[in-house]
């Protein structure tokens, strides 16, 4: 169980162009979920925490009207990098809050979607 | 200002023998603890959690124990296998559930 989807696992795109990765719970119900950015060798930071139904809440240093969240259902969060230039690439990474198996508020993350702005 | 600390970048462990991990923090809001191992150019994967009000948690060949006074935690993986190499972050939040705080990751590499 907990398991969490990301797609496209991998983007090459010019700058300029926007690029939209989807981040779904698969077995179940996430009204909270997580981007994270990952740069070579380094740890994973987090951009934004994304509320279904509601507006996401953006890290200090993270520019909201670049990365554009959506949240429009219990199963799905979306991540819009707008006018991609080649610092956003990155890796990104989604996570979901899942409280199955007893288990509180763990998150589980996605496989990650690498982001390539030429 | 880093809030989650893993002070060794890399372990080597031969295998069958035993990994010790260590973490330490320095925000004492955080009440809740995570470990999760991962491979290059994929998620992360949950392996084991620990609340402050524990001191000791268990789940198969992973240990976690957690030193609240020291804000210092630590993974035992006993036996090491060389399956585990990978790297290996520890995370915090102030609750289950919250936003996490990851360390900057130990790389770790079992020997066969």
């Known amino acids: 169980g907990a398991v969490v989807s990301q797609h496209p696992s991998w983007v090459i795109c010019k700058s300029g162009t926007s690029v939209k990765i989807e981040c779904r719970s698969l077995d179940f119900q996430a009204t909270t979920m997580f981007w994270y950015r990952q740069f070579p060798k380094q740890s994973l930071m987090l951009m934004a925490t994304?509320?279904?139904?509601?507006?996401?809440?953006?890290e200090q240093g993270v520019e909201k009207d670049k990365f554009l969240i959506n949240h429009a259902s219990l199963t799905l969060s979306t991540l819009t990098v707008t006018s991609a230039h080649p610092e956003d690439s990155s890796f990104y990474i989604c996570?979901?809050?899942?409280?199955?198996?007893?288990?509180?508020?763990?998150?589980?993350f996605g496989p990650g979607t690498r982001l390539t702005v030429l | 200002d880093q809030q989650v600390k893993q002070n060794s970048p890399s372990l080597s462990v031969q295998e069958g023998r035993i990994s010790i991990l260590n973490c330490d923090y320095t925000n004492s809001m955080f009440d809740y603890f995570l470990w999760y191992k991962k491979y290059p150019a994929e998620g992360p994967t949950f392996l084991i959690s620990i609340s402050s009000i524990k001191d000791k948690n268990e789940d198969g060949r992973f240990t976690v124990f957690l030193n609240k006074s020291a804000k210092h935690l630590s993974l035992h993986i006993v036996p090491s296998q060389p399956g585990d190499s990978a790297v290996y972050f520890c995370?915090?939040?102030?609750?289950?559930?919250?936003?996490?705080?990851f360390g900057g990751g130990t790389r770790v590499l079992v020997k066969p």
């Open positions: 995370a915090a939040s102030d609750a289950a559930g919250n936003k996490l705080t």
């Open positions: 994304s509320n279904e139904g509601s507006k996401a809440t953006y």
């Open positions: 996570s979901a809050i899942s409280y199955t198996s007893g288990r509180v508020g763990t998150q589980y």
